[in-house]
């Protein structure tokens, strides 16, 4: 079975820098891609960033320029920089991959901008 797990959320001003990291575990063949989603109160869930099958990166337009994804194969492990935060980058943030060709989430990790 496989799990992901998210760290690295937590309180920031706005403007300031926090990195999401995601841990892949259990049975793992081949993570064939990963991403992260947020869902801010009273929204919907939305892709922030993630990669393609054909190895590219794909970004909300909101976080473009300030936000960066990154993996580690090795380690199994996804990233998430955010730099230059702001009010309205406050939700909860998921990570997601495709590991051998089937799709999990994790369970969530809260991020709070505040002014």
């Known amino acids: 079975q496989v799990q992901l797990v998210e760290s690295g959320a937590g309180l920031v001003q706005a403007g300031g820098s926090l990195r999401l990291s995601c841990a892949a575990t259990g049975n793992i063949g081949r993570i064939n891609t990963m991403g992260w989603y947020r869902q801010a109160p009273g929204k919907q869930r939305e892709l922030v960033a993630g990669e393609t099958t054909f190895g590219n990166t794909d970004y909300a337009d909101s976080v473009k320029g300030r936000f960066t994804i990154s993996r580690d194969n090795a380690k199994k492990m996804g990233y998430l920089q955010m730099n230059s935060l702001k009010l309205e980058d406050t939700g909860v943030y998921y990570c997601?991959?495709?590991?051998?060709?089937?799709?999990?989430w994790g369970q969530g990790t809260q991020v709070t901008v505040s002014s």
């Open positions: 997601t991959a495709k590991v051998d060709g089937w799709d999990h």
